[in-house]
């Protein structure tokens, strides 16, 4: 089974930035970031179809987070900027199972999760 590792988590002040980065121990067509807040359930914060460089972003993140990858090492990051303190939750790496009808990333066929990197953003 694939393993994912992530690293790059903190704590910094609105307005900062944070960059995460998350190494897989193999090739994934689908890898991608969501995360958690404590009493809320886990949410999809972008996602990438790696061949291709497909991207999704959820709306909260649009134009502030961006998703690149280094291919020859199956790693995804994930630039963070303008963090504001509805960031702060615990963010999973995840790997997914490309549809191949639809060559999306669905985010129902991901299931496969890192042990989560904390974010915190001070107001």
């Known amino acids: 089974q694939v393993q994912l590792q992530e690293s790059g988590g903190g704590s910094v002040q609105a307005g900062g930035s944070l960059r995460l980065s998350c190494t897989a121990s193999?090739?994934?067509?689908?890898m991608g970031w969501f995360r958690q807040a404590p009493g809320k359930e886990r949410e999809v914060v972008a996602t990438?179809?790696?061949?291709?460089?497909?991207?999704f972003y959820t709306d909260s993140v649009k134009g502030r987070f961006t998703l690149d990858q280094d291919k020859s090492n199956y790693a995804l990051y994930l630039q963070m900027d303008s963090l504001q303190p509805e960031d702060t939750a615990m963010y999973y790496c995840?790997?997914?199972?490309?549809?191949?009808?639809?060559?999306?990333?669905?985010?129902?066929?991901?299931?496969?999760w890192g042990q989560g990197t904390q974010v915190t953003i001070a107001s």
């Open positions: 995840a790997a997914g199972r490309l549809d191949h009808v639809t060559m999306t990333c669905a985010l129902e066929n991901f299931d496969v």
């Open positions: 990438m179809y790696t061949v291709r460089g497909i991207t």
């Open positions: 193999g090739f994934l067509r689908c």
